[in-house]
């Protein structure tokens, strides 16, 4: 029995052998064998508070309850993911997703999400942006990647009178497509260097007069260290570095 309640990196296989009564966090990164993450799931089921996980092609997973997850990063784009995500929806308050991939027209309900950092949109991929997220209580949205194949409002909905912190790393074309909608509560927007000044007059309609429109990489910078201050439950340096890579080229964030 392992008095443990974090598992960063650490080789999974060799902790599938003990008691796990007290793990609240598990990283398990790209490459875990499925029987051992079911292994360990099975062990910490009842604590386990945010995995972290890429491989859901493993029909086990259709049969996992984690009560007490609350946070959730990784890819989804098979259908047993796409099961697995929409199972623990409702307890969710943060989610990281990148490599979304969903056949049909699926609405999944988030009424407890805050956070929500889609990285789903890669160069030369085949993603398909079909699934739609409702999330009627977000605070945080973050938007990365370079091949964005929908406007953003036909992905995510019902965040409009709750969103405050809007962060869009997308190429300039795709960024309008992220503010069709006003914006009443929003304090801080984060946009690409390249965002014409057309674009951001568009953008400016739809917020309020006490919002903050950051292109330059110094004002992004703080902007991110600002928010995470406020919300540090859910902000990491990966995030800080991918959002100011996307934007800049860079990763000297924090």
């Known amino acids: 029995k392992l008095d443990i309640r974090e598992v960063r990196g650490y080789p999974a296989t060799e902790l599938s052998a003990y008691q796990l009564p007290k793990l609240t966090y598990l990283d398990l990164g790209m490459d875990c064998d499925p029987l051992v993450r079911n292994q360990l799931l099975a062990k910490c089921n009842k604590t386990l508070n945010k995995l972290i996980f890429y491989n859901t092609n493993d029909e086990q997973l259709l049969f996992t309850e984690l009560p007490q997850l609350r946070h959730l990063v990784g890819n989804f784009n098979t259908f047993v993911g796409c099961q697995f995500l929409k199972k623990h929806a409702g ?16 609405l999944i309900d988030f009424p407890q999400l805050n956070f929500f950092w889609y990285n789903g949109c890669h160069p030369g991929g085949n993603t398909k942006q079909d699934a739609k997220f409702k999330t009627p209580v977000l605070k945080d949205l973050l938007i990365t990647g370079s091949g964005l194949k929908t406007s953003l ?28 909608q006003d914006l009443p ?13 057309a674009v951001i007059k568009k953008i400016r309609a739809k917020l309020p007069d006490t919002a903050e429109i950051l292109t330059a990489k110094s004002a992004v910078q703080q902007a991110l260290r600002d928010r995470a201050k406020r919300q540090s439950l859910y902000y990491t340096q990966e995030i800080a570095d991918c959002l100011i890579y996307c934007m800049y080229g860079g990763n000297d964030t924090f």
């Open 91 to 106: 307890q969710l308050v943060s989610l990281e997703i990148c490599d979304w991939i969903q056949t049909g027209k699926t």
């Open 185 to 197: 509560k929003v304090e801080y927007v984060l946009l690409p260097k390249d965002t014409s000044p």
């Open 153 to 180: 409002t036909n992905l995510v909905q019902g965040y409009e009178a709750t969103l405050e912190f809007i962060a869009v790393a997308l190429p300039s074309r795709f960024v309008e497509s992220c503010f069709s």
